[in-house]
């Protein structure tokens, strides 16, 4: 016999699962036919290494006490290949708090890694357990994009060779569920694009932060229609002047917005082009066409305003 037992993780987990076993053999032997629905499994796994012998015990969780309720709005997340974005909204879908978590991984060891993973998620978690409302989160597949490592830029692709997605997305599903906080998945599609168009400039978010509060407005149902005319950031501190094409209503909205993403993905381009410019003081020849820019961002000082806008 061992006595004094203590197991770092999960220790009244394996306690719970052993009252239900005792429980369960007392109810037996009492005939009661309730027994059947008593007596949690528990493996055990015995290990032999160079320190000696360890013993690792295995059994399912119980479902927790939820302590969340979506009905007072929810909690989106952002994830990013170095920090999370967290946007808390209200029951009518209005962003009401925002924060960044930096986790950055790339140039960290393994352990430095699991570290940093498990210290954003527990602030992450800790927010929507404060505000008593369930975590929105996409549901991501890098695998495709990171076979495409090589058509990124050098920095682009050392961040996110070493974003470690799967492993955020589990320590939150563990650290939420332990806490009885509610974790939910929405359809990432286009999340970033709409809180760009839509809302970055509205409530004066990032455009992390408002692909957050597009996640949880998401799961909560709310109209994703864009705006005729918005002021669009670049991420960089300057915005653009942008239009969406116009809709067409028997058309499919993600083919829509994909139209919006093509638009808007040239208007970017434009934009930087004329900033880049505008910062020159010798600009090429060619790089700043008269008659190519429709799209106005910040006006250069070189330039008319007639000019600009052809």
Same mark, same amino acid.
């Given at each position: 016999?061992? @006595?004094?037992?203590?197991?770092?993780? +999960?220790?009244?987990?394996?306690?719970?699962?052993?009252?239900?076993?005792?429980?369960?053999?007392?109810?037996?032997?009492?005939?009661?036919?309730?027994?059947?629905?008593?007596?949690?499994?528990?493996?055990?796994?015995?290990?032999?290494?160079?320190?000696?012998?360890?013993?690792?015990? $295995?059994?399912?969780?119980?479902?927790?006490?939820?302590?969340?309720?979506?009905?007072?709005?929810?909690?989106?997340?952002?994830?990013?290949?170095? @920090?999370?974005?967290?946007?808390?909204?209200?029951?009518?879908?209005?962003?009401?708090?925002? =924060?960044?978590?930096?986790?950055?991984?790339?140039?960290?060891?393994?352990?430095?890694? /699991?570290?940093?993973?498990?210290?954003?998620?527990?602030?992450?978690?800790?927010?929507?357990?404060?505000?008593?409302?369930?975590?929105?989160?996409?549901?991501?597949?890098?695998?495709?994009?990171?076979?495409?490592?090589?058509?990124?830029?050098?920095?682009?692709?050392?961040?996110?060779? $070493?974003?470690?997605?799967?492993?955020?997305?589990?320590?939150? /599903?563990? /650290?939420?569920?332990?806490?009885?906080?509610?974790?939910?998945?929405?359809?990432?599609?286009?999340?970033?694009?709409?809180?760009?168009?839509?809302?970055?400039?509205?409530?004066?978010?990032?455009?992390? @932060?408002?692909?957050?509060? !597009?996640?949880?407005?998401?799961?909560?149902?709310? $109209? =994703?229609?864009?705006?005729?005319?918005?002021?669009?950031?670049?991420?960089?501190?300057? @915005?653009?002047?942008?239009?969406?094409?116009?809709?067409?209503?028997?058309?499919? =909205?993600?083919?829509?917005?994909?139209?919006?993403?093509?638009?808007?993905?040239?208007?970017?381009? =434009?934009?930087?082009?004329?900033?880049? !410019?505008?910062?020159?003081?010798?600009?090429?020849?060619?790089?700043?066409?008269?008659?190519? $820019?429709?799209?106005? +961002?910040?006006?250069?000082?070189?330039?008319?305003?007639?000019?600009?806008?052809?």
């Amino acid at each position: 016999m061992v @006595h004094n037992i203590y197991f770092a993780y +999960g220790h009244s987990a394996i306690l719970a699962s052993l009252e239900d076993c005792r429980l369960r053999n007392e109810l037996s032997k009492k005939k009661d036919p309730d027994f059947k629905n008593h007596g949690q499994a528990i493996s055990y796994r015995f290990l032999r290494d160079d320190k000696g012998w360890r013993v690792f015990a $295995s059994t399912a969780l119980s479902e927790p006490e939820w302590i969340t309720d979506q009905r007072l709005g929810v909690v989106g997340i952002d994830v990013n290949v170095d @920090h999370l974005a967290i946007v808390e909204t209200d029951r009518y879908g209005n962003p009401i708090f925002s =924060e960044t978590i930096p986790c950055s991984l790339y140039g960290k060891t393994q352990h430095q890694s /699991r570290a940093l993973i498990g210290d954003a998620c527990v602030r992450a978690v800790e927010i929507a357990a404060l505000a008593k409302k369930p975590l929105i989160i996409e549901q991501l597949d890098f695998t495709k994009k990171k076979n495409h490592l090589k058509e990124l830029k050098p920095t682009s692709r050392r961040q996110l060779s $070493s974003f470690a997605y799967s492993s955020i997305l589990q320590t939150l /599903r563990s /650290r939420a569920y332990r806490l009885g906080v509610e974790l939910f998945e929405v359809n990432p599609a286009f999340t970033s694009l709409i809180g760009r168009v839509k809302y970055a400039t509205r409530y004066g978010l990032t455009t992390h @932060h408002a692909a957050a509060l !597009c996640i949880a407005r998401r799961y909560q149902g709310f $109209s =994703e229609s864009l705006p005729l005319k918005s002021s669009v950031p670049d991420g960089k501190g300057r @915005h653009i002047a942008f239009s969406v094409p116009v809709r067409n209503q028997e058309k499919y =909205e993600w083919q829509y917005l994909k139209k919006v993403a093509t638009k808007l993905r040239a208007a970017l381009v =434009e934009h930087f082009r004329v900033v880049q !410019c505008q910062s020159s003081d010798s600009p090429k020849k060619g790089l700043c066409d008269e008659k190519s $820019s429709k799209i106005v +961002g910040e006006i250069p000082t070189r330039e008319s305003l007639a000019t600009l806008l052809g």
